[in-house]
Antibody, heavy 126, light 109 residues
Framework: QVQLQESGPGLVKPSGTLSLTCAVS?????????WSWVRQPPGKGLEWIGE???????NYNPSLKSRVTISVDKSKNQFSLKLSSVTAADTAVYYC???????????????????WGKGTTVTVSS | SSELTQDPAVSVALGQTVRITCQGD??????ASWYQQKPGQAPVLVIY???NRPSGIPDRFSGSSSGNTASLTITGAQAEDEADYYC????????????FGGGTKLTVL
């Protein structure tokens, strides 16, 4: 079955750029799913960051949109997250996840995230 | 602030039934999905769609929805059900985003 694995630096300096990659195994990133990033600050809840389709279409959390870029590399079967101008508030566990979209009609959908990576901790500190 | 509202904490006696709720305007139009998260672990999908359980999720977990409220019910709660539970659904603002509820800490007494 599909498995996801996050990787990237665990420490990023303030004002720098956080860069993470999610490797997809056991399935193709070109399948009809969206690929998401979710984060969780220490002791807090889950926050959706954004997502990408294999075509390159993206959706971002409006509160992070100005700093986020999500890209896909189909040749490597992976997708990536870049978050710029980071501060201590961006310290979190970052998860990647597969999002399934189910169409109930031409205009009505629902979503769920059925596969998650184990998460990677990123600390923003000098 | 989250567009999906959950009670921060709920408790249930071992073997009893508990309902965890999630409120939000988007739930009038879209089903919620529910995730269980234990300390130090990634979230696990437990309910999606109208009332569907992924393979491996016990049938004591069920979902329902009415108006702007989605509910996750655990019938006969077990000690291993103690965890944080999050709902999520489509963003109600009209874009194609996703939003999570703030989470509910379930304690099994």
């Amino acid at each position: 079955q599909v498995q996801l694995q996050e990787s990237g630096p665990g420490l990023v300096k303030p004002s720098g750029t956080l860069s993470l990659t999610c490797a997809v195994s056991g399935g193709s990133i070109s399948s009809s799913n969206w690929w998401s990033w979710v984060r969780q600050p220490p002791g807090k809840g889950l926050e959706w960051i954004g997502e990408i389709y294999h075509s390159g279409s993206t959706n971002y959390n409006p509160s992070l949109k100005s700093r986020v870029t999500i890209s896909v590399d189909k040749s490597k079967n992976q997708f990536s997250l870049k978050l710029s101008s980071v501060t201590a508030a961006d310290t979190a566990v970052y998860y990647c996840a597969r999002k399934i979209v189910v169409a109930l009609s031409s205009t009505t959908f629902y979503y769920y995230m059925d596969v998650w990576g184990k998460g990677t901790t990123v600390t923003v500190s000098s | 602030s989250s567009e999906l509202t959950q009670d921060p904490a709920v408790s249930v006696a071992l073997g009893q039934t508990v309902r965890i709720t999630c409120q939000g305007d988007s739930l009038r139009s879209y089903y919620a999905s529910w995730y269980q998260q234990k300390p130090g672990q990634a979230p696990v999908l437990v309910i999606y769609g109208k009332n569907n359980r992924p393979s491996g999720i016990p049938d004591r977990f069920s979902g329902s929805s009415s108006g702007n409220t989605a509910s996750l019910t655990i019938t006969g709660a077990q000690a291993e059900d103690e965890a944080d539970y999050y709902c999520n659904s489509r963003d109600s603002s009209g874009n194609h985003g996703v939003v999570f509820g703030g989470g509910t800490k379930l304690t099994v007494l």
